[in-house]
T-cell receptor
Framework: GQSLEQPSEVTAVEGAIVQINCTYQ??????LSWYQQHDGGAPTFLSY????GLEETGRFSSFLSRSDSYGYLLLQELQMKDSASYFC???????????FGSGTQLTVLP | EPEVTQTPSHQVTQMGQEVILRCVPI?????FYWYRQILGQKVEFLVS????????KSEIFDDQFSVERPDGSNFTLKIRSTKLEDSAMYFC?????????????FGEGSWLTVV
């Protein structure tokens, strides 16, 4: 089976940097994705890592270590609008389905 | 920007009734999915569809569920004989056929309440 672990809640202040960690257990690991979801809204793709290292997209970066089965999402220059749930998700092998973690609720305080 | 659209946004149905949720995936995408999210829980995969057939399904997707692509644009999820525990947000999603296909685009969801 597959399992993903991420913190349930993180709180930070506007302008700060926050890191959301994700550890996973899966056979046939293919890649780690990150999605953002505002209350009642659609999950929105943020980032994807298939290889070890850091991927940067504007204020958001994502890191993967395949040997450690670990990744993180780094959010810089936090804004109030970044308050949302963040999910890591793994893709297994050639299958295209995603298995999501339980999500991390990020609260950005003024 | 192209988007996945879903109807209805909300539906209330009585237990035992059949429900059809509709989706229009992004036009040049070839992979279609249904996911669901029970209130306060994580997003769960139900089924993927490619080339007019189911390519993957989870253990949640039992005989109560079916999917169909009735025409060139719509993709539907049918839930027969709904149960209280089917109450959830159902997300349709699509992705392209590139070798990575790692970006899955989700619709805004259909909130189903079974009473």
């Amino acid at each position: 089976g597959q399992s993903l672990e991420q913190p349930s809640e993180v709180t930070a202040v506007e302008g700060a940097i926050v890191q959301i960690n994700c550890t996973y257990q899966t056979s046939g690991f293919y890649g780690l994705s990150w999605y953002q979801q505002h209350d009642g809204g659609a999950p929105t793709f943020l980032s994807y890592n298939a290889l070890d290292g850091l991927e940067e997209t504007g204020r958001f970066s994502s890191f993967l270590s395949r040997s450690d089965s670990y990744g993180y999402l780094l959010l810089q220059e936090l804004q109030m609008k970044d308050s949302a749930s963040y999910f890591c998700a793994v893709r297994k092998g050639s299958a295209r389905q995603l298995t999501f973690g339980s999500g991390t609720q990020l609260t950005v305080l003024p | 920007e192209p988007e996945v659209t879903q109807t209805p946004s909300h539906q209330v149905t009585q237990m035992g009734q059949e429900v059809i949720l509709r989706c229009v995936p992004i036009s040049n995408h070839l992979y279609f999915y249904w996911y669901r999210q029970i209130l306060g829980q994580k997003v769960e995969f139900l089924v993927s569809f490619y080339n007019n057939e189911i390519s993957e399904k989870s253990e949640i997707f039992d005989d109560q569920f079916s999917v169909e692509r009735p025409d060139g644009s719509n993709f539907t999820l049918k839930i027969r004989s709904t149960k209280l525990e089917d109450s959830a947000m159902y997300f349709c999603a699509s992705s392209d056929d590139s070798s990575s296909g790692n970006t899955i685009y989700f619709g805004e969801g259909s909130w189903l309440t079974v009473v």
